[in-house]
């Protein structure tokens, strides 16, 4: 029997970080964060501010809880049913510089995170921000710049490190912005935009894409790549609100 109600509308429980905070009327919050199943949501704790809260201190800006909530098609701000925070990172907080650009590598994901395959760019998150903690909360630039390179690999950039973008060819010299990765020197004459690209950058680039944060935070990317991946960010992953991307200390 039908009621007429939306019958898609299901209690949906996913692995959340909130990435901001917006005050919402006298003691609520709305957190706008990265969920692990839908992608960027704004979701509304009512009464967050009222210390007999139970949802107080179950979520909070970056760190990981299990949230509940129905997810409204129609609604762009959902309510929280239930919330537990099931790991938090202290560390980050103890430096100031370290808060801001995890906050700022956040706010490039609520901006570029697809509802579809949200889950790896949320697995991502949690693993730079779990590093960042192990370490004492020193974002180093290394694990900055090898997350840039893993998030432009999920939005199709770099496909492959060592063969040319366009005929598959192993003789890689060049690269390009607008080819999205390298290129052999025949096929780079079509491009205008190309810069010379050298087999150290090849191996440091295939580095921060195929390690793990913590061999990433020991290791120092030549200042070149790191050039190559701040234009990468620059084409590839643009904002709609801001372009803060790369204003930041780094
Ligand atoms: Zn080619």
Not at 123 to 128: E, P, S, V
Not at 141 to 157: D, E, N, P, Q
Request: aromatic share 10%.
């Amino acid at each position: 029997m039908r009621t007429g109600e939306d019958i898609s509308l299901k209690l949906l429980k996913t692995l959340f970080i909130p990435i901001r905070a917006i005050p919402f009327m006298e003691s609520s919050i709305i957190f706008q964060g990265i969920s692990e199943k839908i992608g960027p949501v704004s979701l509304l704790v009512k009464g967050y501010k009222r210390p007999s809260s139970k949802l107080r201190g179950e979520i909070d800006i970056l760190s990981v809880s299990h949230v509940l909530f129905y997810p409204k098609s129609t609604r762009e701000v959902h309510t929280v049913r239930e919330a537990k925070m099931i790991e938090n990172y202290p560390n980050i907080y103890k430096n100031y510089n370290t808060l801001q650009e995890c906050l700022k590598i956040g706010k490039i994901l609520l901006h570029t995170t697809p509802r579809v395959s949200a889950s790896s760019f949320f697995q991502l998150y949690r693993g730079l921000l779990k590093e960042v903690n192990r370490i004492d909360g020193v974002c180093k630039r290394s694990l900055y710049f090898g997350m840039l390179v893993k998030l432009l690999h999920l939005h199709g950039v770099f496909p492959k490190l060592d063969e040319c973008v366009r005929c598959k060819s192993k003789k890689v010299a060049y690269i390009s912005l607008k080819a999205r990765g390298p290129l052999c020197p025949k096929c780079a004459k079509a491009y205008d935009d190309t810069l010379p690209y050298t087999p150290k950058m090849a191996q440091e680039l295939f580095f921060l894409l195929s390690r793990d944060f913590s061999e990433i935070s020991r290791f120092k990317p030549s200042s070149n790549t790191e050039d190559l991946i701040r234009q990468m960010t620059e084409i590839h992953i643009t904002m709609d609100d801001e372009n803060e991307v790369e204003k930041g200390s780094f």
